[in-house]
């Protein structure tokens, strides 16, 4: 073996070595940048919450307001999240299927909440819909409360949880194209046949994972429903509400009690995230192998 072969094969091995190396310190570092900064923050919130005993952490769980504030929380994402859904199917649909007119203009408008501020998106509600609103005395003389009430909240949620479903699928729909739609018309289906049997089994998957997406956030809204709610214990407050309100009377107990009803509701919005992310990553993989 000469020299110039041995000096190679030492440069291979301490390149690896250096690799290795490497890789293991990114691993460490991400470990513990992923304990630093998720971990930790779960174990303060599930220890303040038990600090006084599970007495305590359950009656803060089951005080009426608390109750109120899930109850209204789950009723914003339960109207949010379907219309959202209906939205976000449509808008797919024409801007993957369709060439129009004012296209890029709507996927830009359909991106407008990720650059707009929550809370700027409740004030512009307030500024239409409240008492000294463009729409207010319209309102108001037909007995309408739009905002202080759950109309208000229902708006926040949707605007700012619109992009989710629709920018999930519509790089889905672009990259399977509209060979099979077609296909589905020249032998006779109808619009309403076309998308059961054809469209949306080819897209369920990346459908429920916006789904997912959008309820997480509507679940986690803070900004744009504090401007609208009005902050009516009992009736206006959503869970991230109440906690903030009972943080600032120095309840802390009671709010890390119902953080963490928040913290079990996003971990199981997390494993439907994961279950549904594999399923069309596995969607994915098998179309790129066709």
Not at 119 to 132: D, K, R
Request: glycine share 8%.
């Amino acid at each position: 073996m000469t020299t110039a072969t041995l000096s190679a094969s030492a440069a291979t091995n301490a390149a690896r070595r250096g690799n290795a190396a490497g890789r293991i310190t990114l691993i460490i570092g991400a470990w513990l940048a992923f304990a630093l900064f998720l971990l930790l923050p779960l174990f303060v919130v599930l220890s303040e919450a038990l600090k006084l005993g599970f007495g305590t952490f359950f009656s803060a769980l089951l005080e009426p307001d608390a109750i109120a504030a899930l109850q209204l929380t789950l009723l914003a994402v339960g109207i949010a999240v379907p219309l959202n859904l209906v939205f976000g199917v449509a808008a797919a649909w024409c801007v993957s299927k369709y060439e129009f007119r004012g296209k890029s203009l709507l996927v830009t408008l359909i991106d407008l909440p990720f650059s707009v501020s929550p809370v700027i998106a409740g004030l512009i509600y307030v500024l239409l819909f409240g008492a000294q609103g463009f729409f207010g005395e319209w309102l108001q003389d037909r007995d309408i409360q739009i905002i202080f009430a759950l109309p208000g909240i229902v708006l926040a949620t949707i605007f700012v949880t619109v992009p989710f479903v629709a920018r999930e699928l519509i790089p889905l729909m672009q990259e399977q194209g509209t060979q099979e739609e077609e296909a589905a018309r020249l032998l006779g289906a109808s619009g309403w046949q076309m998308f059961w049997h054809v469209t949306l089994p080819n897209i369920k998957w990346g459908l429920i994972y916006g789904v997912v997406l959008c309820a997480a956030r509507a679940m986690g809204e803070f900004g744009a429903v504090s401007v609208v709610s009005g902050h009516i214990r009992g009736y206006t407050n959503t869970l991230p509400l109440h906690v903030e309100i009972l943080y600032n009377e120095y309840n802390h107990v009671a709010a890390f009690s119902v953080a963490s009803l928040l913290l079990a509701l996003a971990l199981i919005i997390l494993l439907l995230k994961q279950w549904s992310e594999s399923r069309l990553s596995r969607l994915r993989h098998s179309d790129a192998e066709e």
